[in-house]
């Protein structure tokens, strides 16, 4: 998708370039390590641009809808995250503004913003995934501290993470979505376990939280009591926003003709000369236009005040949807060499074989089996869209 730039965004789209350059040098690239991670966090910090999307008034950039847009483009098809601080800059840090009281603003805010906290979600629970409002783990008041006894699964990043920000059930109401209230809860405090959760592609990114007796302390309730759905809501529409993946549906499908043009098809001519493929890989990129003009949409409706709404829903669903089908153009690009890194198949650490990039994508496909399920599945994306947008 091309977009008509006016000179003061394509003066942007051109500071951004040099910034990464700047970072990292050509032929240098981001590789996800420790070391680049933090140049990279470091060098956005200075230059102010480290809550790309948060309002001015908390220390935000003050960015346009385009902006925005141009800014994920551009460091995405350089290999570099667009947002730093994780679940705490993207999904939290927008229900304080909302919702949190100026103490709380206070105290997480600035921890969040220089990245300084891990935040992980402690929303899903075992029997309560999709259907959230069924949720078990229970908080009880003690005078000016809440107990939280239960467990949340598919917990992800927890391990690494300092707080969670956890849903929980304070009250037994006929409809279940009152009387669930939303808490902060220090991971390190006691009573508080991780279980390791290994995923398809062998790496430990999931978890399974135990909450034995947690104290938490009243004041870290955001929100009032019994209203947790409310916060809830608001921070799942912010989540799947951001599971539109158009930037990195973008990058995807640069990198699949590039790579198809390399390799040969059953026909022996290179891989776009395959009309199958061909066609399902054009299919997928006029999809994506039309969800890339969709973000813009919504962006523009945040900008201006507004929430998300209901077509967070579509952004994720078809988001979802058209990245999971770039990576299986991926594979099938990879042909025999993607076979070695499925676990079923190999059994052990495979050999390095093939293209250097045959192990990052199928990685990413087996991770991105999972996306139609995080953030809420599929048909719970369904059911909202029919509900909220098409009244039915």
């Known amino acids: 998708m091309k977009l008509s730039l006016s000179d003061d965004e394509m003066r942007f789209r051109d500071e951004v370039r040099a910034l990464v350059s700047a970072i990292f040098p050509a032929p240098e690239h981001y590789d996800g390590g420790e070391v680049h991670e933090q140049r990279w966090r470091m060098a956005l910090l200075e230059k102010g641009w480290a809550a790309n999307r948060w309002p001015v008034e908390f220390g935000g950039p003050g960015w346009t809808p385009t902006q925005n847009f141009i800014w994920e483009r551009e460091v995405t098809a350089a290999g570099l995250p667009a947002q730093i601080g994780g679940m705490g800059m993207g999904m939290l840090a927008p229900i304080l503004f909302a919702y949190g009281s100026p103490e709380q603003q206070a105290r997480f805010l600035p921890d969040i913003f220089h990245d300084r906290v891990r935040w992980c979600q402690g929303y899903s629970e075992p029997e309560a995934g999709s259907d959230l409002a069924s949720l078990r783990t229970r908080a009880a008041l003690r005078g000016d501290h809440y107990v939280v006894d239960g467990e949340k699964v598919w917990t992800s990043g927890a391990h690494r993470a300092d707080w969670m920000f956890c849903l929980t059930r304070t009250s037994d109401e006929p409809k279940r979505q009152a009387g669930i209230t939303f808490l902060l809860l220090d991971m390190r405090a006691p009573g508080v376990t991780v279980h390791p959760i ?195």
């Not at 938490?216 to 993946?245: D, F, I, M, S």
Request: hydrophobic share 40%.
């Open 198 to 392: 290994i995923s398809i592609d062998g790496r430990h990114m999931f978890n399974r939280v135990t909450l034995d007796g947690v104290r938490v302390p009243v004041a870290n309730r955001v929100g009032r009591e019994g209203e947790g759905w409310t916060v809830a809501k608001g921070l799942l529409t912010h989540e799947r926003t951001g599971q539109a993946y158009v930037s990195l549906s973008t990058d995807l499908s640069r990198r699949i003709r590039e790579v198809g043009r390399e390799t040969v098809g059953s026909e022996g001519d290179d891989l776009l000369g395959d009309a199958g493929f061909a066609g399902r890989l054009a299919w997928a990129e006029i999809e994506l236009q039309a969800l890339a003009i969709t973000e813009l949409r919504t962006l523009s409706e945040v900008a201006a005040g507004g929430a998300p709404g209901a077509q967070s829903s579509t952004l994720k669903l078809k988001g979802t949807d058209i990245v999971q089908r770039m990576t299986e153009l991926f594979v099938e690009c990879a042909g025999p060499y993607a076979a070695p890194w499925f676990p079923e198949v190999s059994g052990a650490e495979p050999p390095e074989v093939g293209p250097p990039w045959v192990r990052r994508e199928v990685a990413r496909y087996l991770e991105g089996r999972a996306a139609s399920i995080a953030g809420g599945s599929d048909e719970v994306q369904r059911n909202i869209i029919a509900k909220q947008v098409l009244k039915l």
